[in-house]
Protein backbone atom coordinates (compact mmCIF):
# COMPACT_ATOMS: atom_id res chain seq x y z
CA UNK A 1 0.00 0.00 0.00
CA UNK A 2 1.28 3.65 -0.92
CA UNK A 3 1.68 6.58 1.40
CA UNK A 4 -0.55 8.43 -0.41
CA UNK A 5 -3.50 5.89 -0.03
CA UNK A 6 -2.66 5.50 3.36
CA UNK A 7 -3.58 9.01 4.13
CA UNK A 8 -7.08 8.97 2.55
CA UNK A 9 -9.02 8.45 5.21
CA UNK A 10 -7.73 11.09 7.60
CA UNK A 11 -8.44 13.19 5.10
CA UNK A 12 -11.72 12.44 4.35
CA UNK A 13 -12.93 12.50 8.26
CA UNK A 14 -13.10 16.37 8.71
CA UNK A 15 -14.83 16.75 5.45
CA UNK A 16 -17.58 14.81 6.57
CA UNK A 17 -17.21 16.93 9.91
CA UNK A 18 -17.30 19.75 8.09
CA UNK A 19 -20.18 19.02 6.01
CA UNK A 20 -22.37 18.24 9.37
CA UNK A 21 -21.96 20.69 10.69
CA UNK A 22 -22.90 22.73 8.08
CA UNK A 23 -26.26 20.44 7.88
CA UNK A 24 -26.80 21.10 11.99
CA UNK A 25 -26.65 24.98 11.51
CA UNK A 26 -28.73 24.66 8.56
CA UNK A 27 -31.36 22.37 10.03
CA UNK A 28 -30.97 24.84 13.06
CA UNK A 29 -31.23 28.18 10.67
CA UNK A 30 -34.75 26.44 9.84
CA UNK A 31 -35.95 25.45 12.89
CA UNK A 32 -35.65 29.38 13.99
CA UNK A 33 -36.26 30.59 10.61
CA UNK A 34 -39.52 28.57 9.54
CA UNK A 35 -41.71 30.07 12.52
CA UNK A 36 -41.08 33.36 11.16
CA UNK A 37 -42.33 32.80 8.28
CA UNK A 38 -45.65 32.04 9.55
CA UNK A 39 -48.67 32.71 7.42
CA UNK A 40 -51.96 32.81 9.90
CA UNK A 41 -53.07 36.56 9.43
CA UNK A 42 -54.48 38.24 12.69
CA UNK A 43 -57.78 38.05 14.33
CA UNK A 44 -59.86 41.50 14.56
CA UNK A 45 -62.97 42.00 16.82
CA UNK A 46 -64.75 45.13 16.94
CA UNK A 47 -67.24 45.89 19.74
CA UNK A 48 -69.88 46.52 19.28
CA UNK A 49 -69.57 45.48 15.53
CA UNK A 50 -72.47 47.29 13.81
CA UNK A 51 -73.08 49.86 11.02
CA UNK A 52 -73.95 52.70 13.16
CA UNK A 53 -71.55 54.24 15.25
CA UNK A 54 -72.63 56.81 17.91
CA UNK A 55 -70.40 58.56 20.63
CA UNK A 56 -69.53 55.69 22.76
CA UNK A 57 -66.98 54.27 23.55
CA UNK A 58 -65.44 51.38 20.56
CA UNK A 59 -63.02 48.35 21.39
CA UNK A 60 -60.88 47.22 19.13
CA UNK A 61 -59.57 43.34 20.41
CA UNK A 62 -56.20 42.23 18.17
CA UNK A 63 -54.90 39.20 18.63
CA UNK A 64 -51.99 37.08 16.40
CA UNK A 65 -51.13 33.75 18.19
CA UNK A 66 -48.17 33.37 15.62
CA UNK A 67 -45.20 36.26 15.25
CA UNK A 68 -47.02 38.40 16.83
CA UNK A 69 -48.47 41.89 16.53
CA UNK A 70 -46.34 44.58 15.10
CA UNK A 71 -49.14 47.36 14.13
CA UNK A 72 -52.80 48.08 14.49
CA UNK A 73 -54.66 51.07 12.52
CA UNK A 74 -58.52 52.37 12.48
CA UNK A 75 -59.33 55.16 10.32
CA UNK A 76 -62.83 56.83 9.75
CA UNK A 77 -63.44 58.37 6.29
CA UNK A 78 -66.46 61.27 6.17
CA UNK A 79 -67.16 63.83 4.06
CA UNK A 80 -63.80 63.45 1.93
CA UNK A 81 -61.36 63.72 5.44
CA UNK A 82 -59.75 60.94 6.71
CA UNK A 83 -59.79 60.48 10.67
CA UNK A 84 -57.24 58.69 12.52
CA UNK A 85 -58.82 57.09 15.50
CA UNK A 86 -55.82 54.65 16.61
CA UNK A 87 -52.30 54.44 15.61
CA UNK A 88 -50.07 52.00 17.26
CA UNK A 89 -46.56 50.48 16.61
CA UNK A 90 -45.34 47.49 18.90
CA UNK A 91 -41.30 47.23 19.24
CA UNK A 92 -41.73 43.91 20.80
CA UNK A 93 -44.43 41.40 19.20
CA UNK A 94 -47.36 41.36 21.21
CA UNK A 95 -50.03 38.19 21.17
CA UNK A 96 -53.15 40.51 22.34
CA UNK A 97 -53.72 44.04 22.25
CA UNK A 98 -57.36 46.36 22.96
CA UNK A 99 -57.69 49.45 22.09
CA UNK A 100 -60.39 51.70 23.11
CA UNK A 101 -61.55 54.65 21.50
CA UNK A 102 -63.33 57.08 22.79
CA UNK A 103 -64.88 58.47 19.82
CA UNK A 104 -66.54 61.91 21.33
CA UNK A 105 -62.88 62.94 21.81
CA UNK A 106 -61.75 62.20 17.84
CA UNK A 107 -65.16 62.71 16.20
CA UNK A 108 -65.05 66.63 16.92
CA UNK A 109 -66.89 68.29 13.91
CA UNK A 110 -67.67 65.25 12.34
CA UNK A 111 -71.52 65.41 10.87
CA UNK A 112 -73.86 62.38 10.95
CA UNK A 113 -74.39 60.69 7.80
CA UNK A 114 -72.10 57.87 5.89
CA UNK A 115 -68.77 57.37 6.66
CA UNK A 116 -66.06 54.36 6.19
CA UNK A 117 -64.76 52.52 9.12
CA UNK A 118 -61.01 51.11 8.57
CA UNK A 119 -59.16 48.72 11.07
CA UNK A 120 -55.54 46.72 9.92
CA UNK A 121 -53.57 45.06 12.15
CA UNK A 122 -50.34 43.32 10.13
CA UNK A 123 -47.81 40.48 12.32
CA UNK A 124 -43.99 40.59 12.73
CA UNK A 125 -43.87 37.52 10.38
CA UNK A 126 -41.10 37.19 7.61
CA UNK A 127 -44.20 36.67 5.39
CA UNK A 128 -44.54 38.12 2.37
CA UNK A 129 -41.45 39.50 1.53
CA UNK A 130 -40.51 40.09 4.80
CA UNK A 131 -43.72 42.19 5.23
CA UNK A 132 -45.61 40.00 7.15
CA UNK A 133 -49.46 39.22 7.72
CA UNK A 134 -52.14 41.54 7.47
CA UNK A 135 -56.13 41.77 8.34
CA UNK A 136 -57.97 44.50 6.90
CA UNK A 137 -61.35 44.80 8.14
CA UNK A 138 -64.18 47.95 5.90
CA UNK A 139 -67.49 48.66 7.21
CA UNK A 140 -69.69 50.99 5.64
CA UNK A 141 -71.57 52.72 8.61
CA UNK A 142 -73.68 55.71 9.38
CA UNK A 143 -72.35 57.75 11.81
CA UNK A 144 -75.46 58.97 14.38
CA UNK A 145 -74.64 61.20 17.40
CA UNK A 146 -78.37 62.27 18.45
CA UNK A 147 -80.11 60.32 21.51
CA UNK A 148 -83.31 59.14 21.45
CA UNK A 149 -86.53 61.06 22.68
CA UNK A 150 -88.41 59.75 25.43
CA UNK A 151 -92.45 61.14 26.56
CA UNK A 152 -93.23 60.12 29.88
CA UNK A 153 -97.08 59.37 29.88
CA UNK A 154 -98.09 58.27 33.63
CA UNK A 155 -95.38 57.92 36.66
CA UNK A 156 -96.10 57.01 40.39
CA UNK A 157 -96.32 59.58 42.83
CA UNK A 158 -95.31 56.69 45.25
CA UNK A 159 -93.36 54.22 45.71
CA UNK A 160 -93.03 51.70 48.61
CA UNK A 161 -89.05 51.26 50.15
CA UNK A 162 -88.44 47.40 48.77
CA UNK A 163 -91.25 47.66 46.73
CA UNK A 164 -92.63 48.49 42.80
CA UNK A 165 -93.52 51.27 41.21
CA UNK A 166 -94.83 51.49 37.73
CA UNK A 167 -94.36 53.82 34.68
CA UNK A 168 -95.79 53.93 30.73
CA UNK A 169 -93.59 55.86 28.21
CA UNK A 170 -93.15 56.39 24.46
CA UNK A 171 -89.69 56.49 23.00
CA UNK A 172 -88.81 57.51 19.76
CA UNK A 173 -88.72 54.64 16.94
CA UNK A 174 -84.51 54.71 16.62
CA UNK A 175 -84.98 53.35 20.70
CA UNK A 176 -82.92 50.17 20.67
CA UNK A 177 -83.30 49.30 24.67
CA UNK A 178 -84.88 51.23 27.24
CA UNK A 179 -86.08 50.89 30.89
CA UNK A 180 -85.36 52.09 34.04
CA UNK A 181 -82.50 52.63 35.90
CA UNK A 182 -81.94 52.37 39.27
CA UNK A 183 -78.73 51.65 41.34
CA UNK A 184 -76.52 48.67 39.48
CA UNK A 185 -80.32 47.22 38.76
CA UNK A 186 -82.12 47.58 35.45
CA UNK A 187 -85.80 47.22 34.65
CA UNK A 188 -86.85 46.81 30.84
CA UNK A 189 -89.67 48.32 29.58
CA UNK A 190 -92.17 45.91 27.27
CA UNK A 191 -94.47 47.43 24.25
CA UNK A 192 -97.58 45.86 22.93
CA UNK A 193 -99.14 45.67 26.67
CA UNK A 194 -101.41 49.18 26.58
CA UNK A 195 -104.21 48.80 25.40
CA UNK A 196 -105.28 51.29 22.18
CA UNK A 197 -101.55 52.63 22.20
CA UNK A 198 -99.16 49.84 21.44
CA UNK A 199 -96.44 52.54 20.41
CA UNK A 200 -96.32 52.79 24.35
CA UNK A 201 -94.25 50.75 26.90
CA UNK A 202 -94.91 49.93 30.22
CA UNK A 203 -92.34 49.00 32.95
CA UNK A 204 -92.06 47.53 36.44
CA UNK A 205 -89.15 48.80 38.45
CA UNK A 206 -88.41 48.06 42.32
CA UNK A 207 -86.58 50.43 44.68
CA UNK A 208 -84.52 47.66 46.08
CA UNK A 209 -84.54 47.21 50.08
CA UNK A 210 -80.75 47.10 49.93
CA UNK A 211 -80.85 50.01 47.68
CA UNK A 212 -80.54 53.92 49.99
CA UNK A 213 -83.73 55.42 49.99
CA UNK A 214 -81.99 58.65 48.08
CA UNK A 215 -80.91 56.29 45.09
CA UNK A 216 -82.25 58.27 41.99
CA UNK A 217 -84.21 55.82 39.32
CA UNK A 218 -83.69 56.72 35.92
CA UNK A 219 -85.84 56.27 32.68
CA UNK A 220 -83.27 55.47 30.06
CA UNK A 221 -83.65 54.91 26.05
CA UNK A 222 -80.49 54.03 24.07
CA UNK A 223 -80.49 53.87 20.41
CA UNK A 224 -78.68 51.36 17.74
CA UNK A 225 -75.30 53.37 18.02
CA UNK A 226 -75.90 53.48 21.98
CA UNK A 227 -76.63 57.11 22.21
CA UNK A 228 -78.25 57.39 25.60
CA UNK A 229 -81.33 59.56 26.89
CA UNK A 230 -82.01 59.53 30.47
CA UNK A 231 -84.90 61.46 32.55
CA UNK A 232 -85.08 61.09 36.20
CA UNK A 233 -88.58 59.75 37.86
CA UNK A 234 -89.77 61.85 40.57
CA UNK A 235 -91.57 59.92 43.44
CA UNK A 236 -91.97 60.15 47.22
CA UNK A 237 -90.64 56.93 48.84
CA UNK A 238 -92.79 55.22 51.32
CA UNK A 239 -90.52 54.42 54.76
CA UNK A 240 -91.71 50.59 55.07
CA UNK A 241 -90.50 49.55 58.32
CA UNK A 242 -88.12 46.25 58.27
CA UNK A 243 -87.40 44.45 61.30
CA UNK A 244 -84.33 43.60 62.53
CA UNK A 245 -84.03 40.15 64.48
CA UNK A 246 -82.25 37.72 65.82
CA UNK A 247 -82.02 33.56 65.74
CA UNK A 248 -79.92 31.35 68.25
CA UNK A 249 -78.57 28.58 66.41
CA UNK A 250 -78.51 25.18 68.38
CA UNK A 251 -76.41 22.53 67.75
CA UNK A 252 -78.56 20.01 67.11
CA UNK A 253 -80.43 22.62 64.56
CA UNK A 254 -76.56 22.60 62.93
CA UNK A 255 -75.84 18.75 62.87
CA UNK A 256 -79.96 18.10 61.25
CA UNK A 257 -80.14 21.06 59.27
CA UNK A 258 -77.25 22.96 58.24
CA UNK A 259 -74.53 20.34 57.79
CA UNK A 260 -76.42 18.40 55.40
CA UNK A 261 -77.12 21.00 52.83
CA UNK A 262 -73.42 20.82 52.22
CA UNK A 263 -72.33 18.28 49.23
CA UNK A 264 -69.12 18.29 49.55
CA UNK A 265 -68.45 15.85 52.98
CA UNK A 266 -64.73 18.11 53.30
CA UNK A 267 -66.79 21.03 53.57
CA UNK A 268 -68.78 19.90 57.11
CA UNK A 269 -65.99 19.23 58.38
CA UNK A 270 -64.70 22.40 60.93
CA UNK A 271 -66.42 24.18 63.63
CA UNK A 272 -69.77 25.08 64.00
CA UNK A 273 -69.10 28.75 62.76
CA UNK A 274 -67.36 27.48 60.01
CA UNK A 275 -69.67 24.99 58.87
CA UNK A 276 -72.53 28.00 59.53
CA UNK A 277 -71.20 30.54 57.15
CA UNK A 278 -70.64 28.23 54.40
CA UNK A 279 -74.71 27.67 54.36
CA UNK A 280 -75.54 31.00 54.88
CA UNK A 281 -73.30 33.12 53.15
CA UNK A 282 -71.77 31.05 50.35
CA UNK A 283 -74.85 28.36 49.63
CA UNK A 284 -77.27 30.97 49.93
CA UNK A 285 -75.37 33.68 47.65
CA UNK A 286 -75.46 30.73 45.28
CA UNK A 287 -79.22 30.37 45.74
CA UNK A 288 -79.50 33.67 44.86
CA UNK A 289 -77.42 33.80 42.14
CA UNK A 290 -79.57 31.12 40.71
CA UNK A 291 -82.85 33.08 41.49
CA UNK A 292 -81.70 36.01 40.29
CA UNK A 293 -80.62 34.02 36.33
CA UNK A 294 -84.02 32.79 36.52
CA UNK A 295 -85.86 35.20 37.17
CA UNK A 296 -84.40 37.70 34.47
CA UNK A 297 -85.37 35.36 31.70
CA UNK A 298 -88.69 36.91 31.48
CA UNK A 299 -92.17 36.20 28.97
CA UNK A 300 -92.50 39.60 27.20
CA UNK A 301 -96.02 39.89 27.97
CA UNK A 302 -98.39 40.05 31.26
CA UNK A 303 -99.72 36.52 32.66
CA UNK A 304 -101.42 37.46 35.56
CA UNK A 305 -104.21 39.09 36.37
CA UNK A 306 -105.69 41.13 39.39
CA UNK A 307 -104.40 40.80 42.87
CA UNK A 308 -102.17 38.10 43.49
CA UNK A 309 -103.33 35.72 46.24
CA UNK A 310 -101.88 34.72 49.60
CA UNK A 311 -101.89 31.23 50.41
CA UNK A 312 -105.25 30.44 52.22
CA UNK A 313 -105.26 29.99 56.05
CA UNK A 314 -102.20 31.20 56.01
CA UNK A 315 -100.38 33.17 58.77
CA UNK A 316 -97.16 35.32 58.61
CA UNK A 317 -94.60 33.68 60.64
CA UNK A 318 -91.74 36.09 59.25
CA UNK A 319 -91.48 39.06 57.04
CA UNK A 320 -89.89 40.60 53.72
CA UNK A 321 -86.25 41.61 54.40
CA UNK A 322 -85.93 40.96 58.07
CA UNK A 323 -82.32 41.68 58.98
CA UNK A 324 -81.77 38.54 60.83
CA UNK A 325 -78.63 38.20 63.12
CA UNK A 326 -77.59 34.84 63.57
CA UNK A 327 -75.90 34.17 67.26
CA UNK A 328 -74.30 30.61 68.63
CA UNK A 329 -73.32 30.42 72.25
CA UNK A 330 -74.65 33.95 72.75
CA UNK A 331 -72.08 35.19 70.22
CA UNK A 332 -73.19 36.89 67.05
CA UNK A 333 -71.73 34.85 63.91
CA UNK A 334 -73.36 36.03 60.66
CA UNK A 335 -76.30 38.09 59.23
CA UNK A 336 -79.05 37.51 56.46
CA UNK A 337 -81.70 39.17 54.49
CA UNK A 338 -85.03 37.03 54.93
CA UNK A 339 -86.22 37.74 51.19
CA UNK A 340 -89.56 36.85 51.34
CA UNK A 341 -92.22 36.07 53.81
CA UNK A 342 -92.96 32.68 55.89
CA UNK A 343 -96.76 31.68 56.02
CA UNK A 344 -97.51 29.08 57.90
CA UNK A 345 -100.61 26.45 58.20
CA UNK A 346 -100.61 23.07 59.34
CA UNK A 347 -98.33 20.17 58.16
CA UNK A 348 -98.66 19.33 54.56
CA UNK A 349 -100.73 21.77 53.48
CA UNK A 350 -101.42 22.37 49.94
CA UNK A 351 -99.72 25.06 48.26
CA UNK A 352 -101.47 27.10 45.57
CA UNK A 353 -100.18 29.62 42.60
CA UNK A 354 -100.40 33.14 43.94
CA UNK A 355 -101.48 34.27 40.60
CA UNK A 356 -102.09 32.74 36.64
CA UNK A 357 -97.98 31.92 35.00
CA UNK A 358 -96.04 29.83 33.64
CA UNK A 359 -93.56 27.26 35.57
CA UNK A 360 -90.09 28.56 35.42
CA UNK A 361 -88.66 26.05 37.80
CA UNK A 362 -88.74 22.93 40.13
CA UNK A 363 -86.52 21.82 41.89
CA UNK A 364 -83.86 21.43 44.93
CA UNK A 365 -82.88 24.94 45.67
CA UNK A 366 -80.48 25.04 48.47
CA UNK A 367 -81.51 26.82 51.50
CA UNK A 368 -84.84 27.06 50.16
CA UNK A 369 -85.36 23.06 49.46
CA UNK A 370 -87.65 21.91 46.93
CA UNK A 371 -88.98 25.10 45.21
CA UNK A 372 -91.34 26.04 42.45
CA UNK A 373 -90.66 29.29 40.54
CA UNK A 374 -93.38 30.82 38.40
CA UNK A 375 -93.26 32.66 35.91
CA UNK A 376 -96.00 35.85 35.65
CA UNK A 377 -94.68 38.33 32.61
CA UNK A 378 -93.06 41.71 32.62
CA UNK A 379 -89.85 39.65 34.47
CA UNK A 380 -92.27 39.18 37.50
CA UNK A 381 -92.24 35.89 39.21
CA UNK A 382 -93.30 34.08 42.63
CA UNK A 383 -90.83 31.35 44.68
CA UNK A 384 -92.42 28.48 46.58
CA UNK A 385 -89.89 26.92 49.28
CA UNK A 386 -89.22 23.91 51.46
CA UNK A 387 -91.77 22.36 49.30
CA UNK A 388 -92.23 18.98 51.02
CA UNK A 389 -93.70 17.66 47.61
CA UNK A 390 -94.36 19.13 44.04
CA UNK A 391 -97.23 18.72 41.42
CA UNK A 392 -96.15 20.61 38.55
CA UNK A 393 -93.01 20.71 36.05
CA UNK A 394 -91.37 23.61 34.01
CA UNK A 395 -93.39 25.00 31.07
CA UNK A 396 -96.58 23.63 32.95
CA UNK A 397 -99.06 26.43 32.71
CA UNK A 398 -100.83 27.74 35.94
CA UNK A 399 -104.25 29.20 36.80
CA UNK A 400 -104.59 30.83 40.36
CA UNK A 401 -105.07 29.20 42.82
CA UNK A 402 -104.16 25.84 41.26
CA UNK A 403 -102.34 23.40 43.69
CA UNK A 404 -98.81 23.22 42.91
CA UNK A 405 -97.24 21.53 45.98
CA UNK A 406 -97.17 21.17 49.21
CA UNK A 407 -95.72 22.50 52.41
CA UNK A 408 -92.69 21.20 54.36
CA UNK A 409 -89.55 21.55 56.00
CA UNK A 410 -86.63 21.10 53.20
CA UNK A 411 -83.79 23.46 53.12
CA UNK A 412 -83.06 25.74 55.75
CA UNK A 413 -86.44 25.56 57.65
CA UNK A 414 -86.92 24.86 61.09
CA UNK A 415 -90.61 23.65 60.48
CA UNK A 416 -92.97 22.67 57.96
CA UNK A 417 -94.31 26.00 56.13
CA UNK A 418 -94.00 27.72 53.11
CA UNK A 419 -91.55 30.43 52.17
CA UNK A 420 -92.98 32.75 49.35
CA UNK A 421 -91.06 35.21 47.48
CA UNK A 422 -91.57 37.92 44.48
CA UNK A 423 -89.14 38.90 42.04
CA UNK A 424 -88.54 41.56 39.54
CA UNK A 425 -86.10 41.23 36.93
CA UNK A 426 -83.86 39.18 39.65
CA UNK A 427 -84.86 41.74 42.38
CA UNK A 428 -86.70 40.45 45.57
CA UNK A 429 -89.61 42.84 46.42
CA UNK A 430 -92.21 43.45 49.00
CA UNK A 431 -94.76 41.02 48.50
CA UNK A 432 -97.43 42.69 50.56
CA UNK A 433 -98.39 45.18 48.08
CA UNK A 434 -99.45 42.49 45.10
CA UNK A 435 -101.86 41.22 47.51
CA UNK A 436 -103.78 44.36 47.60
CA UNK A 437 -106.00 44.90 44.98
CA UNK A 438 -106.69 48.08 45.83
CA UNK A 439 -102.72 48.72 45.08
CA UNK A 440 -103.37 46.84 41.70
CA UNK A 441 -106.57 49.01 40.72
CA UNK A 442 -104.53 52.65 41.57
CA UNK A 443 -101.20 51.55 40.50
CA UNK A 444 -101.08 49.02 37.23
CA UNK A 445 -104.81 48.86 35.85
CA UNK A 446 -105.24 52.55 34.68
CA UNK A 447 -102.04 52.69 32.75
CA UNK A 448 -102.89 49.20 30.85
CA UNK A 449 -105.28 50.58 30.10
CA UNK A 450 -104.25 53.95 28.69
CA UNK A 451 -104.57 56.41 31.08
CA UNK A 452 -102.01 59.40 31.31
CA UNK A 453 -100.47 60.20 34.71
CA UNK A 454 -102.74 63.70 34.94
CA UNK A 455 -106.18 61.46 34.08
CA UNK A 456 -104.61 58.79 37.07
CA UNK A 457 -104.05 61.93 39.51
CA UNK A 458 -107.24 63.28 38.99
CA UNK A 459 -109.24 59.84 39.47
CA UNK A 460 -107.13 59.33 42.87
CA UNK A 461 -107.57 62.91 44.67
CA UNK A 462 -111.94 62.37 44.01
CA UNK A 463 -111.17 59.61 45.99
CA UNK A 464 -112.00 59.54 49.23
CA UNK A 465 -108.80 60.59 50.90
CA UNK A 466 -106.78 57.75 52.90
CA UNK A 467 -104.21 57.48 55.54
CA UNK A 468 -100.75 57.04 53.98
CA UNK A 469 -97.60 55.76 55.87
CA UNK A 470 -94.63 58.48 56.49
CA UNK A 471 -93.06 59.56 53.48
CA UNK A 472 -89.29 60.08 52.68
CA UNK A 473 -88.84 62.63 49.99
CA UNK A 474 -86.36 61.51 47.02
Known amino acids: ??????????????????????????????????????????????????????????????????????????????????????????????????????????????????????????????????????????????????????????????????????????????????????????FPGF??????????????????????ADAKAVLVATDKARNTREMPLVYELKNVKYKKSTIAISENFLQSKIAPLLNDVGARQGTPKDVFLRVNKALRKE???????????????????????????????????DDRTYTYNNEPIDTAYHLGYDLSVTKHYPVEAANSGTVAFVGDLGIYGNTVILDHGLGLFTLYGHLSSIDVKVGDSIKQRQIIGKTGETGLAAGDHLHYGVYLHGVAVLPVEWWDQKWINDNIEPKLEGQSGEAIAESQQSKAPRKTARKRRR
Open 287 to 321: NEDKIAAITKKFTPSILWKGAFSQLSNSKVEANFA
Open 191 to 212: QGQIRVHPDHFIALFAHPYNVP
Open 1 to 186: MSAFESERPRRTRPGIIFLLLIIIMLLGGAVYLLPRFEREAPQIRLTPDSDVLGLAPMEIAVTDQGAGLKSVTATLSVGGSEHTLASEQYAQAVTEKKITVALSSKLTGVKEGPAVLRVSARDGSLWNFFQGNETVIQRNLTIDITPPSIELIADDRYVNFGGVGVIVYKPSADTATSGVRIGDHF
